[in-house]
């Protein structure tokens, strides 16, 4: 069992950066894949980034790429997302998502895969 708790959103303007940053509780939380995924009011929820449990493979949705990053810190059991020239289509709530993993290398990019969820933070940018 893994309880995942997201945090670092808020309201900003266009153009600038955020870090959110999910901290994880549970026993062998460096076996999970993780991902960072979101959704804004009248959407669904679509995958934003993911990450291999030992940090060396990541995945970027094409909207995002160039702009976020994810990483990864198994020793302060905390993911993070380093948003960078946000823009008000970012606008929505995002969410953490962790997923056991036996593989090293593996990232998860479907959010059915994913088994346990945060409760979300929300992150809004105005023009």
């Known amino acids: 069992q893994v309880t995942l708790v997201e945090s670092g959103g808020g309201p900003v303007q266009t153009g600038a950066s955020l870090r959110l940053s999910c901290s994880a509780s549970?026993?062998?939380?460096?076996?999970?894949?993780m991902g960072w995924f979101r959704q804004a009011p009248g959407r669904e929820r679509e995958i934003v980034a993911a990450?291999?449990?030992?940090?060396?493979?990541?995945y970027y949705a094409d909207s995002v790429k160039g702009r976020f990053t994810i990483s990864r810190d198994n020793a302060k059991i905390t993911v993070y997302l380093q948003m960078n020239s946000l823009k008000p289509e970012d606008t929505a709530v995002y969410y953490c998502a962790a997923k056991t993993s036996y593989y090293d290398d593996y990232v998860g990019m479907n959010g059915s895969v994913y088994a346990y969820w945060g409760q979300g933070t929300q992150v809004t940018v105005s023009s």
């Open positions: 990450i291999s449990k030992n940090g060396g493979s990541t």
């Open positions: 549970g026993r062998t939380v460096s076996s999970y894949a």
